[in-house]
Structures are given as C-alpha cells and as structure tokens.
C-alpha cells in the first residue's frame, strides 16, 4: 500500500498535470486549410469497384435483416398487447 506522499508524487509525474499554459498558435488561412485537406485526401487510400460493391451488399443485407427483425418484434408485440388488452389484431 503506498503511502499519501507517494500517491501524490505519482499523480505529479504524469504528463497532463505538467502541460504548459496556453500556447498562442497561428490560425491557418482558408487557402492554406483547403491545401491541407486536398493533400490529406491525396493520401486516402480509396476502395476499388469491387470493394465498393461488397460493401454496399453487407450494408443493405444487413439493413433488411435488422428491418425484417424489427417488423416482426413489432407485429408481435402488437398482437401480444391486443391479445392482452381486447380489440381485435387483424386490423
């Protein structure tokens, strides 16, 4: 078990607590943000044709799924409520 002091020196030791005041920093023009977004963009590496369309397939597969799950839970839960409560379900 450390002891108070010891505790207290650890927290001192880390890095945010020894951060320096406010620095004054330059602000960028709008010239030079738009050639720095194009050189990160240049940097990207882009999904081909075929990557594009395998990703497309599992995002609307899974889509549907989730909508089929969802449908269903609440046609269930529906008639679960109007079996319970009265009224007719096949509205």
Do not use: C, N
Not at 8 to 20: G, I, L, N, R, Y
Not at 33 to 39: D, E, G, S, T, Y
Not at 54 to 82: K, N, P, S
């Amino acid at each position: 078990m450390q002891h108070p002091q010891e505790r207290q020196a650890d927290v001192s030791d880390s890095k945010a607590a020894s951060t320096p005041e406010k620095e004054t920093r330059k602000r960028t023009t709008p010239p030079v943000f738009l050639r720095q977004v194009l050189a990160e963009l240049r940097k990207v590496v882009w999904p081909t044709q075929s990557q594009l369309t395998t990703y497309f397939l599992v995002v609307l597969v899974f889509v549907l799924v989730m909508m089929a799950i969802v449908a269903g839970l609440d046609l269930a839960f529906g008639r679960l409520f109007f079996t319970i409560f009265g009224g007719r379900a096949d509205d």
